[in-house]
Every structure is written in structure tokens, then in C-alpha cells.
């Protein structure tokens, strides 16, 4: 049974899918726990499609929607550009490109207290990390990476920034590297951050 | 306040920065040089006075409606003109709906002092009843997609809209001569506005450094820009309107340097917009003889422009008498080629009546060449419309005229048909003598093709 179950959804991963599309058969599916990510929604006993795009999974459980659009809608774990647009005592506002404004905390920066609460002016760059984006609210970010590393997180000086589909930015990040960026490198020597939301410095 | 503030663009400091820095080397982000302007593509609608830009990715709609109204007292004799402009949201995320914002209201300024204290507009030619009824010209500019530099796209869309705008012929009946009869195009022919010259609005950005000067402007260099100009000229080097809002001071000199510029910028753009205008007014002029065959369309502005391109080129072809004839050939050629292909089936637009009315002309006279092309004559300068007869006679007479490629290179692509028949064919008057095996002749040849 869980074969024929996960021999079905198989079927459907990676494929494009259109909103209505069965996507999951629950009642096939004893025990397990298994995460819905951006474009499915829980049908009673079914997982269907909401958004059409494709199907994508990944290990353990995880599937979700995958299509490319001017928009974002933030998701956790994302890595995103986003530009500071004021700054309240106890957080930033970021403009990440979705529907609504982040919140930046003060204190998420590597080695972060009270008495070294970065400066950041209004238009300024920012790669952040998305850690929490719940429907209807505000997403929240943050400078460091899962274990409080600053990591690649942080405000990006000097260079250019442009906007594109979320698509192209998801192309640019795929691994193995993406031949643009591989024939970019041949001619010369760059750095480039690439942002899920649909920007790119 | 916060969903708001969501959905707006924002400008980073390293865009600013990098667009600065780039300029001083004399690039800008889209490739172009500091003084270039973006592709600019002019789109005609169905309606008489409908237009649609593009200057890159702006997008600017302008439509001309005309209707009669009691003149203002102080000015008796003149008709009016006013503009209108509404900035859709669906442009910019910034743009609100409802009342035009302060920068709608001084685009509108801009396009309607250009036009109206140059005179571009004959004014008084749209007097039908002195005191009493006076056509009001009025121009509705929609903003379709705000990529920068508005004013410019939307200058050329009024220009253009204007240029083939027509308004309904009238004329004055009953006892006493006061009442008046407006006429429907399908009646009467409807007529162009009078316009003297085209003024051409040309938009500078300044920056920080003041040596930088851009000419239109992208929607990023006019958020990084700290000074903006736009000086209204025309072909002529007419200085109409300039118009600087507040924003970086400039030196004399500078703005000497930019009135120069935008007088050679001007030059180009009134000669793309006439070419565009000239190109659809052809169309135009094709399709009326396609659909009425009853009634011709003599569009004077096409031919006579038309008229002043066979001129230069017709050197050495006939002799220098039949020059006149020619060229009034050529206009109702035009229109005619679209017939004549018809018949030969060769395009796949046309529709079975003309192939009758093609029948009609072999039992023609030749020999009432000079006389039909005097008549045209008469007709195209009265800007009325020709009879049937004279349409079918002059087209009689362009048949073995077709000689001229400067026609092929103006016309639609119908004209392909007919170069064959031009290589065919010598190129004197005495060809005419024999219209019908000429015709038989170039239908085999073309039907051969």
C-alpha cells in the first residue's frame, strides 16, 4: 500500500501539475508526517493541488508547488535580498517582495547585544535569512544561519541589484552551477548573491 | 501603514551609487549612450485619432474626440483645445485612482503649453459659426505603464493622435445660413486637423555631478536623478516650452548645451512620428478603397508626402510633362495596387467585389489621360473626394505607370505584385494605348509569379 501511495505521488513529482490535481491519497498512508509546503492544501483524506507549477519533494517529506512568478510568498529557511525601509527600536523593517513587510529583530546578528546594534540606512541591501513566515503575518528574518553563524548573511556593499522571476533566481541557484554563472566566471571574476525573492546583486 | 508600504519599488543605495559611478564613464545600465533615446514604436488604433507608445517599456495611450461647443466670449473664432491625462494605476504601484496627482496635472501642463502658445494648432480653422459653435478639440492621454520619462511618450502620443485625428465635415444650410449640417463619414469624407508644426518634447535628468546629463530617463534614473528638464521644440528649432521643476540648480551653459540637443533630438523624432503617420494614413487610405469602392479616400497628407519622394527620385524615368501626371498616378496608385493584386489573387486580404470592379475599366478610353489627371488634381486640392469615375479612369492611367519603386517602397506589401509587372513594362505614356492586353499581360505574369 505505501508503495502504491508513494508509487502515485511519484508519478506526479516533478511533473507539472494544475490546481485540482490529487496529489496524496491519505488514507493510503498510516503514520507518517509529512510536511506541505507552498501550493497544496489538505482535502480531508487528499493533499490537492492549489497552483499550478510543478511537483517538487524532498527527502524525508516534503513536497510542494514550484512555479515561477514576479511575486514571492515567503517560506521558512529561504535566503532572501531585502532593503531596509526604517528601523524601529527593537527591529528593522525589510521589504522583501512579498505581501508583507519583515521584520528584521535588532539582536539577530552574530554576537548581537544591545550595545552593538548595527546602523543600517534606509536603502540598504541586506542578504537575510527568512526564519519564520506564517500567513497573514509579518515574516521574520534574520542575519544568522540555524546555529547563530553570520555566515553569507549581512548587508551587501557597493555592486548593482535587479529584479527577476523567482524562477530565474531558483534556476540560478540550482546545483550543479548554473551554466550562466559558470561562462559569467570564464570572462571574469565576480561575486553574485541571488535572493528567492526575485532579486539578484 | 505597513501593507502599504509593502508594495511600492524601492531604490537601494547600490543602485544609486552604481548608476552615478557607471554615468561618469558615460554608460548606462540598459546599454545606452548618456544621449539616446529608447526604441520608440507608434501603433495606430482602429478610430481616427487613436495611438498607442512605446518609448522602451513606457507605455502611453492618447485619443482625440472633437464636439461642438459654444466658443469662449473673449475669443469668438477660435476653437479650443484641452488635454486631459490620467495616470492608471495599473502604470506604477505609486499611482493612486481619482483626481490626477501633481505630476498628472503637470504632464498635462507641458503637453497643453507646447501645443497651445506655439500655435501648433490652427485654431481658427475649427470655427464653423462665429460666436456660436466652434469645434473643442480634446485629447485624453492614459498612462499605460510608467518606465520613465512620461512626458516625452506622451507628447509624441498627443502629436501623433493629433496628426491623425479627423473630425466631421460641416457645412452651413437653412434660409438664413445659420443652421448647421454635420456631415457622418459616410457621407462625407472627415477632415484633418491643421497643424503647423509638431513640437517635440524632450526630457533631460541631472545628477549630483554636474556634468552628467541623460536624456530620457529610465524609471531607476529618474528615482536617482536630482534635477529634471523638459524643453519643448520643434523641427524648426522653435523653442515652445521648458519646463524645470524645481530640483538641482543648473548652470547657463548647461542648459544652452541641452536646448541645442533637444533641437537635434527634435529633428529626429518629428521626422519618426510624420514617417509613422504617413505609413498608417496609407493603410487608412487602402482600406477606405478596399471597403468602399463607391467612394475614394484621397488622403492628402500621404500622397503629398509621397508626391515629394517620387520627385526626388523619378529623375531620368519620363519625360519632365508627365511628371504631374505621375505623381497623381502614384497617390491613387496606391490605393489601387491593393485593387489590381486583388485581381490577381495574389494577396489574401481582398474581397470579391473589387474583382468586378475591376472589369469595369477595359472599356476605357486612354486618351482621357490629361483630362482625369487635371480633374484628380482639382479634387485633391479641394480635399474632396473623387467620383467613381474618376477613380476608375485614373486608375486606368497608373496601370502602365507602375514603373515607379519609390510607390513599392512607400505602399503596403500588395506592391510586391507589381514590381514584376514594373520590370515588365516600358515606360512611356504610349504603354496606355493598350490598357487591356496590358492588363491581361500583367495578370499572367503575375499569376505566373
Given at each position: 500500500m505505501e508503495s502504491k501511495s508513494s508509487g502515485s505521488a511519484a508519478n506526479l513529482i516533478d511533473q507539472v501539475v494544475y490546481p485540482g490535481d490529487v496529489v496524496l491519497d491519505l488514507s493510503s498512508m498510516t503514520n507518517q508526517t509529512i510536511k506541505l509546503g507552498g501550493g497544496l492544501r489538505q482535502d480531508g483524506d487528499v493533499i490537492s493541488v492549489m497552483k499550478a507549477g510543478r511537483l517538487r519533494f524532498s527527502k524525508p517529506n516534503k513536497y510542494w508547488v514550484e512555479s515561477s512568478q514576479k511575486r514571492y510568498v515567503p517560506h521558512a529557511e529561504d535566503s532572501v535580498l531585502g532593503i531596509v525601509v526604517d528601523s524601529r527600536s527593537d527591529n528593522f523593517l525589510v521589504d522583501i517582495k512579498g505581501p508583507a513587510i519583515a521584520f528584521l529583530p535588532v539582536l539577530a546578528f552574530e554576537g548581537g547585544t544591545r550595545r552593538n546594534i548595527p546602523k543600517f540606512e534606509v536603502g540598504a541591501l541586506l542578504y537575510v535569512r527568512v526564519v519564520k513566515a506564517n500567513p497573514g503575518m509579518n515574516p521574520e528574518l534574520s542575519c544568522t544561519d540555524a546555529s547563530g553563524k553570520a555566515g553569507e548573511y549581512g548587508v551587501l556593499k557597493e555592486g548593482y541589484m535587479f529584479e527577476c522571476s523567482t524562477g530565474l533566481s531558483r534556476m540560478l541557484l540550482s546545483s550543479p552551477t548554473c551554466p550562466v554563472l559558470d561562462t559569467l566566471g570564464k570572462k571574469l571574476s565576480f561575486e553574485i548573491a541571488v535572493g528567492l525573492n526575485g532579486r539578484v546583486w | 501603514m505597513e501593507q502599504r508600504l509593502a508594495n511600492s519599488w524601492r531604490l537601494t543605495a547600490n543602485e544609486k551609487k552604481f548608476i552615478e559611478s557607471a554615468l561618469l564613464s558615460e554608460l548606462r545600465v540598459d546599454g545606452r549612450g548618456p544621449l539616446d533615446y529608447r526604441k520608440l514604436n507608434i501603433k495606430f488604433g482602429k478610430d481616427d485619432g487613436s495611438v498607442e507608445v512605446q518609448l522602451g517599456e513606457t507605455r502611453v495611450m492618447s485619443y482625440v474626440s472633437a464636439q461642438l461647443v459654444q466658443p469662449y466670449r473673449d475669443r469668438p473664432n477660435e476653437g479650443t483645445l484641452s488635454i486631459f491625462t490620467e495616470f492608471s494605476p495599473m502604470a506604477d504601484p505609486s499611482f493612486e485612482p481619482g483626481r490626477p496627482g501633481e505630476s498628472a496635472v503637470e504632464l498635462g501642463r507641458i503637453i497643453d503649453r507646447g501645443l497651445r502658445e506655439s500655435r501648433a494648432i490652427d485654431t481658427e480653422s475649427l470655427c464653423i459659426l462665429s460666436a456660436k459653435l466652434v469645434w473643442a478639440i480634446r485629447v485624453d492621454i492614459h498612462i499605460l505603464d510608467n518606465a520613465g520619462n512620461l512626458v516625452d511618450a506622451a507628447n509624441i502620443a498627443a502629436l501623433a493622435s493629433l496628426l491623425t485625428f479627423r473630425r466631421p465635415e460641416c457645412s452651413l444650410g437653412g434660409e438664413d445660413g445659420q443652421q448647421v449640417v454635420v456631415h457622418p463619414p459616410e457621407v462625407r469624407e472627415p477632415l484633418p486637423l491643421i497643424i503647423h508644426h509638431l513640437p517635440v518634447a524632450v526630457t533631460f535628468g541631472y545628477f549630483s555631478n554636474?556634468?552628467?546629463?541623460?536624456?530620457?530617463?529610465?524609471?531607476?534614473?529618474?528615482?536617482?536623478?536630482?534635477?529634471?528638464?523638459?524643453?519643448?521644440?520643434?523641427?524648426?528649432?522653435?523653442?515652445?516650452?521648458?519646463?524645470?521643476?524645481?530640483?538641482?540648480?543648473?548652470?547657463?551653459?548647461?542648459?544652452?548645451?541641452?536646448?541645442?540637443?533637444?533641437?537635434?533630438?527634435?529633428?529626429?523624432?518629428?521626422?519618426?512620428?510624420?514617417?509613422?503617420?504617413?505609413?498608417?494614413?496609407?493603410?487608412?487610405?487602402?482600406?477606405?478603397?478596399?471597403?468602399?469602392?463607391?467612394?475614394?479616400?484621397?488622403?492628402?497628407?500621404?500622397?503629398?508626402?509621397?508626391?515629394?519622394?517620387?520627385?526626388?527620385?523619378?529623375?531620368?524615368?519620363?519625360?519632365?510633362?508627365?511628371?504631374?501626371?505621375?505623381?497623381?498616378?502614384?497617390?491613387t496608385k496606391a490605393m489601387e495596387c491593393d485593387a489590381t493584386s486583388s485581381a490577381q489573387v495574389q494577396s489574401n486580404k481582398k474581397d470579391e467585389s473589387l474583382k468586378n470592379f475591376i472589369g469595369g475599366p477595359s472599356s476605357w478610353d486612354p486618351y482621357s489621360e490629361c483630362v482625369n489627371s487635371d480633374l484628380l488634381k482639382a479634387s485633391l486640392a479641394s480635399r474632396g473626394q473623387s467620383t467613381p469615375s474618376k477613380q476608375k479612369e485614373s486608375r486606368r492611367e497608373t496601370k502602365p505607370e507602375e514603373p515607379q519603386k519609390e510607390i513599392k517602397i512607400d505602399s503596403a506589401p500588395m506592391d510586391t505584385a507589381l514590381t514584376s509587372e514594373q520590370s515588365n513594362e516600358g515606360k512611356t505614356l504610349k504603354d496606355a494605348v493598350k490598357p487591356k492586353h496590358k492588363r491581361k499581360k500583367k495578370g499572367s505574369s503575375n499569376n505566373g509569379n
Open positions: - | 554636474e556634468n552628467l546629463v541623460v536624456l530620457d530617463p529610465t524609471y531607476h534614473e529618474e528615482a536617482v536623478m536630482t534635477g529634471r528638464m523638459t524643453a519643448t521644440l520643434n523641427a524648426n528649432g522653435d523653442v515652445c516650452a521648458i519646463q524645470k521643476p524645481g530640483g538641482q540648480e543648473i548652470s547657463q551653459r548647461v542648459i544652452m548645451h541641452c536646448l541645442r540637443l533637444a533641437h537635434v533630438k527634435a529633428g529626429d523624432m518629428t521626422a519618426k512620428i510624420k514617417d509613422a503617420v504617413e505609413k498608417h494614413n496609407t493603410e487608412r487610405a487602402l482600406q477606405k478603397i478596399k471597403r468602399h469602392s463607391s467612394s475614394v479616400a484621397v488622403d492628402v497628407c500621404g500622397t503629398t508626402a509621397r508626391l515629394g519622394g517620387k520627385q526626388n527620385q523619378s529623375d531620368g524615368d519620363k519625360e519632365g510633362s508627365r511628371l504631374d501626371q505621375l505623381k497623381l498616378k502614384d497617390e
